[in-house]
């Protein structure tokens, strides 16, 4: 491709900017010669600054590079914002549309972002660091917008106008679509500052930044190549200044339950094996130890079979038939109520699935039916669904109004901090939140408790 | 390829090396690699979850289970797994769950206010959707990973080709985290150059005593160091591995610093891929047969050299050396598009004709003025006496090499 005859070709090649047919002896300006071809390149991040500088210095180009355009954004339904949305839109757009807007948990901070979207109304890249986060994007955009809403990611490659994805495949992808874009969204932003991922903003042209998060700030400082990236903090507010605005109450009811005597058998014979190994050696749970068991177990046979040992006592615990008896009486206690069951794995997810015979979402479920399911849960034609992971914050069912845990023996708090988003609750009416609790043996419990949050990685 | 954590390898000092499994521990893995691929042929039409539980069961109380993923990797690249049924899973599901939702909750213990039966909803799916009772539950789910089936698994590999294609893969998975690359060569240039381009990968090129050597690294590598394209350089081993000399050091970034890794052809690490065909056209073929076949005073070597030219390479069909150490390049243009020609005239000009005989094919009509240097035409075969003339005259204006630009 060479540009037309008066003006150097602006492209984007392979991740990067090359600038062709430039016939000055004077370098352009923010590219730089590659030695192995002699053309001339700039990261991709500098493209709006590249314009800029062109602009000021009067000289042309043809831009080949860009790829975006206006994407058709309107709001279905008017959105009323709360003032701190307001401020904090107001701030991202006197900073040039570049910049990262920190608020806590569950203050809105999608809302923010789609509003953004209707703003500049341009093609948008939505950049999330787990599925369940980037399913979620995907129905609030296509609920918000009624558009057809693109997924690069969880076995979908389909670039739209508006796409959602995760920052693996960005990772992975946007050498190819670095150009597609006029605005990224970056959800989590904190995550970002890892070194690959900050890649991604790097392989993109796109003029328009907005980074969303709780946690601005890294323990390791990384924090700071953000800026250079996305542009600087834009608008912050702490949890106290916010409080009481949004989140419900909600009752916690623990039922412990037993393991039946054959489970309970297997069980102890494994724990047994494990516990002595692990007080044989002093496995301890911090400060490296535990990677240091792993690694072991590659070498040494007893390592080994102290891990396997594990697994199987984790499995049993997990797979207690008293699950499957408590959450019967649990769904006819319930059964005008609408009730989300957790779980800690997949595998379990989709027993009680094919047990109860209703709807299990779990990475598996792909980004549409996902929506679908939960669609006809808050309609109230599903009741009862099972989805796995607790941790993750991707569940947002503000219907929902029973909560039942399949857990450990441990009890996280953030865990129950973090359902208490999910049973958000409009009509004041109290949410129930159930923990099961298997009763192991007396070591046992220690044990699984020592290792605290591990039970819920 | 391996997974990132399927990768064995050890740092000694400033190098990294992965973890071979050596010919003194074949006796050990040749027969695991064997019941390995047995497991995956007997497994055919089988659950996936059955085939992992098989080969988990192979790994047993083993501690080098890490080898035993590793190889099924491997295997699991040329299985191919489909739903044990064919229909649409999302569709079936919504219908069971609408049927199911009037009579929440399914129990398998009966009361006074739930008296239907998880079997009396079965059977009431199972009129309404025609898929058998017994069947509703496997079906529900039929398209998750673990529920589909090995539907095929094509692949002859021996237990010998498996262990060396999971060395290679290791050597790939140290790549995963390379910087860059400097490789060294000699020969095989249409190969090595074909398989760099299908990686995507970029190159910088020097003529050294022994050869060429070559930086590898991907666009992005200008601006700042980046393991972006490590796993384009992995992807690229295999069609290097297909020359017969060459020596490698990459630069893999690792949690101790940056190691280096060194590869050569002595490494006994094999490739999977094909080479280029040694001859681009029966032409071609025909001529360096008859010419190599008698003394000339001209030795000739197929892709003898590389014109490095500022942005590119350029590869002569055939480089001719005299016993007093003259060169002489030859490019055969026999086939054409205008697109191919045009790229190609460009870079015979840059490349200086001064030291190029072209043999063209007469019926693509070129004219003088195309080429400044010396060619010949020639319509079904090349004429030796024609090209041997032709060496005579390049040779005594004893020019140096130059490319005029």
Known sequence: MEGNEDFPALTFEDGVLVLRGWRSDASPPLFRLDPRDRNWR??????????????????KMEDQACGFSTAGLEFRIRQDLFPHQEEALQAWEDRKHRGSVVLPTGTGKTVVGLQ?????????????????????????????????????????????????????????HLDRYGGCFGLLIFDETHHLAAPTYLQIPELSIAPYRLGLTATYRRPDARHVELARVLGPVVYEKRIRDLKGERLSEYEIVRIPVRLADGERALYER?????????????????????????????????????????????????????????????????????????TEDNALAYDLASHFLIPALTHHTDTRERKAVLDRFRSGEYRFLVTSK??????????ANVAVILGGSASPVEHVQRLGRILRKKSGKRAILYEVVVQGTAEGNVSYRRRGSDAYR | MLTGDQARYRIQGDFIRPSYILRRDADKYLPLCGELIRIYRRHAGKARSELDEAVLNLEGERTDYKIIRGL??????????????????????????????????????????????????????????????EEVEARLYGDLPDNCILFSFRSDVTAEGLLKRYNLALAQAVLYHAESARVRIRG?????????????????????????????????????????????????LPGLLLAKSWSMVADIKTRQGRKAFLLNSNSGLSSHYSAAPEFDSKVEEMFFNKFSKKKRGWEIQREGDIIILEDSVFMPDFTFRSKDGKIVHMEIIGYWTPEYLEKKLSKIRRAGPD???????????????????????????????????????????????????
């Open chain 1, 42 to 59: 700039s990261p991709a991040y500098l493209y709006a600054e590249i314009k800029e500088a062109f602009r000021a210095n009067e000289l």
């Open chain 1, 116 to 172: 953004a979207m209707a703003a500049l109304d341009t093609s948008t890249l939505v950049v999330c660091p787990t599925l369940d986060l980037m399913n979620q994007w995907y129905d609030r955009i296509t609920d918000a917008f009624g558009i057809e809403t693109g997924i690069l990611g969880g076995g979908f490659h389909e670039i739209r106008a508006v796409t959602v994805t995760t920052y693996d495949s960005a990772f992975r």
């Open chain 1, 270 to 342: 494994n724990q047994a094996v494990y516990a002595g190994y692990v007080k044989e050696n002093q496995v301890r749970y911090f400060a490296g130890g535990w990677e240091k068991f792993i690694r072991e177990s590659a070498g040494k046979p007893e390592a080994r079979k102290a891990l396997l040992a594990r697994t199987e006592m984790r499995r049993v615990f997990h797979r207690a038939q008293a699950k499957y008896d408590i959450l019967e009486s649990l769904f006819k206690r319930h059964v005008r109520d609408r009730v989300i069951v957790f």
């Open chain 1, 390 to 399: 607790v941790l993750n914050e991707g569940v947002d069912v503000p219907e």
């Open chain 2, 72 to 133: 099924a990797k491997l295997l699991e690249e040329s299985c191919e797994f489909r739903p044990r049924w064919d229909m649409e899973f999302p569709l079936f599901r919504e219908r069971v769950f609408s049927i199911v939702q009037k009579h929440y909750p399914v129990v398998s213990k009966p009361d006074l206010l739930h008296p239907r039966l998880r079997v009396d909803v079965l059977s009431e799916i199972a009129a309404e959707t025609g898929v058998p009772p």
């Open chain 2, 188 to 236: 095989d240039y249409r190969t090595v150059f074909q398989y760099l381009q299908l990686s995507r990968l970029m190159h910088e090129i020097r003529k050294i005593p022994e050869g060429y050597e070559m930086e590898i690294s991907g666009p992005a590598s200008l601006f700042s160091n980046t393991q972006r394209y490590g796993v384009r350089m992995a992807v690229f």
């Open chain 2, 355 to 405: 030291r190029l005989i072209l043999a063209v094919n007469r019926s693509l009509n070129c004219s003088r003025d195309d080429f400044k240097g010396e060619w010949i035409d020639y319509t079904t075969g090349i004429r030796i006496k024609d090209v041997l003339e032709r060496l005579e005259q390049v040779a005594v204006r004893h020019l140096p090499f130059s490319s005029s630009r």
